[in-house]
Antibody, heavy 123, light 105 residues
Framework: QLQMQESGPGLVKPPETLSLTCTVS??????????WAWIRQPPGKGLEWIGN???????YYNPSLKSRVTISVDTSKNQFSLKLSSVTAADTAVYYC???????????????WGQGTLVTVSS | SYELTQPLSVSVALGQTARITCGGN??????VHWYQQKPGQAPVLVIF???NRPSGIPERFSGSNSGDTATLTISRAQAGDEADYFC????????FGGGTKLTVL
């Protein structure tokens, strides 16, 4: 059974860079048919998709975050990572990683999700 | 950018049928996915590609999609179905609805 686990600092100072890693277990990150995604959820609010990556390194990013986001993959470690630069308090959120299925050649549903990690941006 | 509109809240009596809508321009032409999120937990996929249930999701959960509205239907609602529900589509990037809080009375 595929499992996802986020890791990284829980506190980041503005305007530094937020860095998180997602470790995939129970399956290979190099499998075809899936992208690997990051999603976030500010406290008490809805879900916001950040972006995803295919094992080959090709990416899709949310246009609203694209200028600050970098997603990378390390197939040797079965991990993918998120970097979000120039953070502000508005970037405080629970950050989730998830597998995103490719359907009709496009990213579609997200399953499974990691448990999420709260990142607080504060000086 | 594409927008998805969900009601903020829906209430249903125990054992009755709840319907949660997700509105979007010609959403019937897109693949809609639904997630259930209970407090303090990660979202869980309950419906993918409009009407398909992942393994382990009860048959009480069903979905439909036509025109400008997609609908998640929960039959014989149980107390354990109380949660936030989010719809999602792909439109050049992944878009989520704002979420609906389901209350089981």
């Amino acid at each position: 059974q595929l499992q996802m686990q986020e890791s990284g600092p829980g506190l980041v100072k503005p305007p530094e860079t937020l860095s998180l890693t997602c470790t995939v277990s129970g399956g290979s990150i190099s499998s075809s048919g899936h992208n690997w995604a990051w999603i976030r959820q500010p406290p008490g609010k809805g879900l916001e998709w950040i972006g995803n990556i295919y094992y080959s390194g090709s990416t899709y990013y949310n246009p609203s975050l694209k200028s600050r986001v970098t997603i990378s993959v390390d197939t040797s470690k079965n991990q993918f990572s998120l970097k979000l630069s120039s953070v502000t308090a508005a970037d405080t959120a629970v950050y989730y990683c998830a597998r995103q299925a490719l359907y009709q050649l496009l990213p579609n549903w997200l399953d499974p999700w990691g448990q999420g990690t709260l990142v607080t941006v504060s000086s | 950018s594409y927008e998805l509109t969900q009601p903020l809240s829906v209430s249903v009596a125990l054992g009755q049928t709840a319907r949660i809508t997700c509105g979007g321009n010609n959403i019937g032409s897109k693949n809609v996915h639904w997630y259930q999120q209970k407090p303090g937990q990660a979202p869980v996929l309950v419906i993918f590609t409009n009407s398909n249930r992942p393994s382990g999701i009860p048959e009480r959960f069903s979905g439909s999609n036509s025109g400008d509205t997609a609908t998640l239907t929960i039959s014989r609602a149980q107390a354990g179905d109380e949660a936030d529900y989010f719809c999602q589509v792909w439109d050049s990037n992944t878009v989520f609805g704002g979420g609906t809080k389901l209350t089981v009375l």
